[in-house]
């Protein structure tokens, strides 16, 4: 089916999604600041007050303001950004293939494909409440890392349980 200009109608949901995603984004890049003293809108002390908890949460030399090869080299050499990238190119890996290739597999258990995506409506409104419910949990509770080690664990169970 042809839409305006001779593009499917398909190409123009991508169309205005990447005119919407511009229009935002510049005037974004003037509104937004990238430290508290920046900011026109906070007062000396509500600027003092973030810069002391962000020393203390990075410390006082973690701070980047600009890309340099000293910068690099901190970067390069900090074993917790190596480990870091890792654990997350593995957890998006898995989780991307399970979620671009779940109807493929309620397809192959022998639905149709309307089958297949009313099958796996059950599975992504449990994953919203899941998330939703987790996110408030470890706000309320001020406490995360259990809550990822537990769910990195209940995926690879869950992984391992689907490759057997």
């Known amino acids: 089916m042809q839409g305006l200009g001779g593009s499917s109608g398909w190409r ?5 999604e990447r005119l919407l995603s511009i229009a935002v984004a510049i005037p974004a890049k003037f509104l937004l600041t990238d430290w508290p003293e920046q900011a026109r809108f906070l007062s000396r002390k509500e600027k003092d007050t973030f810069r002391l908890r962000n020393s203390i949460d990075v410390g006082g030399d973690a701070r980047m303001d600009r890309l340099d090869s000293a910068a ?6 900090d074993w ?3 480990v870091g990238a890792l654990m997350y ?6 989780g ?4 671009l290739f779940v109807l493929t597999i309620v397809n192959s258990l022998g639905y149709s494909n309307v089958e297949s995506q009313v ?3 059950s599975m992504w409104i449990v994953a919203a ?10 706000d309320r509770l001020r406490h995360r890392y259990g809550f990822i080690m537990f769910g990195v664990a209940f995926a ?8 057997c």
């Open 12 to 16: 123009w949901i991508f169309i205005i």
């Open 72 to 77: 690099w080299r901190r970067i390069l050499m």
């Open 80 to 82: 917790k950004i190596a």
């Open 89 to 94: 190119m593995g957890i998006t890996t898995s």
């Open 96 to 99: 991307y293939t399970a979620a």
């Open 119 to 121: 099958h796996s409506i």
């Open 129 to 138: 409440v899941v998330t939703f419910a987790i996110s408030i949990l470890t």
């Open 156 to 163: 690879s169970i869950g992984y391992i349980v689907l490759l």
